[in-house]
């Protein structure tokens, strides 16, 4: 016997709550090196905006009457919120964010499924513009913590203390925007200015011929957010996402093959190196690009239906982040950049669509 139903024909094994765990498992690496790096103040971040999320979650689903906690959505919201946060952050702001997160961005368009934005960079963007000046100050991971004494400010000439400093974006953009490191990349900025980096990065770049300042991008010695400065395992979760087909490789390798040749042709131009003279490698690794375009750019709900719009997604995505980090005010423009490509979803899936089963397109005269 054939029995017909309603599409869909082909169900998957996986659920909302599967998927939503899976990708939390392919964090939880990125996020133990975060708190290895900045302490336990950093576990105490992520946990706050993780409870400050499912407590949103448990509220509103108590006016809706919807039990909603179960499908593990609110922990992951929390979870990318703490994780996009400084270890160093007033506590209160990851409450802030995270309630934004859920309230605002989710719930207020009816819930999971409907939202325009991803709910974490919405409500890491809104305490960001609302905060600047805590959601600005990063501390230096232990790694560096004792080098930090030859670290000069990215605003003065004085040195920062072993604890707060700016990021090595923040360090360049200031210094472009002071005309210091007008003929210089970032990273000989970085050399001429003695910032920290490990014994570890000298000695295996004196091995490879790679930038010390690389490989401690790569490996996470770097200061930022809790979860954005470990590239290889943020590349490591987002390898396994990929291979369990929670996501597809469209947003992740185009996002960041599109920022990476951008940054090689015109990012040389504000250090006055003109074009084709940009680093092609090295910015992939800093800042929130690596965690943005495997676990925030593949949203289900904010991102494009089919590949080919993906595609034209990604791109989106990294042509905003090249523009608003080379030539913005902004050090950091990833949550931006993915929010603004959230924002034209839709129209990409009205005109990106797969051609329907069985239909020719008829000859024109």
Request: hydrophobic residues 50%; glycine residues 8%; contains cysteine.
């Amino acid at each position: 016997m054939i029995k017909v139903s309603c599409s869909p024909h082909f169900h998957s094994k996986q659920s909302t709550a599967s998927i939503m765990y899976l990708v939390i498992a392919a964090l939880c690496p990125s996020l133990i090196w975060g708190i290895i790096s900045f302490g336990m103040r950093a576990l105490l971040v992520v946990a706050v905006s993780i409870a400050a999320s499912v407590l949103a979650e448990y509220l509103l689903g108590l006016v809706s009457k919807e039990n909603t906690l179960s499908d593990g959505t609110a922990i992951l919201t929390g979870l990318l919120v703490g994780m996009n946060m400084s270890a160093s952050v007033p506590i209160a702001i990851p409450v802030i964010a995270s309630f934004f997160a859920i309230a605002v961005v989710k719930w207020t368009f009816g819930g999971l499924g409907c939202n325009w934005m991803n709910p974490a960079l919405g409500g890491r963007v809104f305490v960001f513009f609302s905060f600047s000046s805590a959601m600005s100050k990063f501390d230096l991971p232990k790694q560096l913590a004792s080098l930090a004494s030859t670290v000069t400010s990215a605003t003065s000439s004085a040195s920062v203390d072993a604890v707060t400093t700016a990021t090595t974006l923040s360090f360049a953009k200031t210094a472009i925007s002071s005309g210091e490191a007008i003929g210089m990349n970032s990273l000989q900025y970085l050399e001429s200015q003695n910032y920290p980096v490990t014994q570890f990065a000298l000695n295996l770049s004196e091995k490879l011929g790679i930038n010390a300042y690389t490989i401690d991008a790569f490996f996470g010695n770097m200061s930022g957010c809790i979860g954005e400065t470990s590239s290889l395992l943020l590349l490591a979760g987002g390898i396994l996402l990929i291979c369990k087909k929670v996501i597809t490789w469209h947003i992740p390798v185009v996002y960041l093959t599109s920022y990476a040749i951008l940054n090689w042709i015109f990012g040389g131009i504000p250090y006055g190196t003109g074009a084709f003279s940009g680093l092609l490698i090295d910015p992939l690794f800093r800042g929130g690009l690596m965690l943005g375009a495997f676990f925030m750019a593949t949203d289900y709900v904010t991102s494009p239906i089919t590949y080919k719009g993906q595609v034209i997604f990604a791109f989106g995505c990294g042509f905003f982040t090249f523009l608003f980090r080379s030539f913005g005010s902004l050090a950091e423009a990833v949550s931006l950049a993915i929010i603004l490509m959230n924002i034209v979803t839709p129209t990409i899936d009205r005109f990106v669509k797969p051609r329907k089963f069985g239909y020719v397109k008829e000859a024109t005269k």
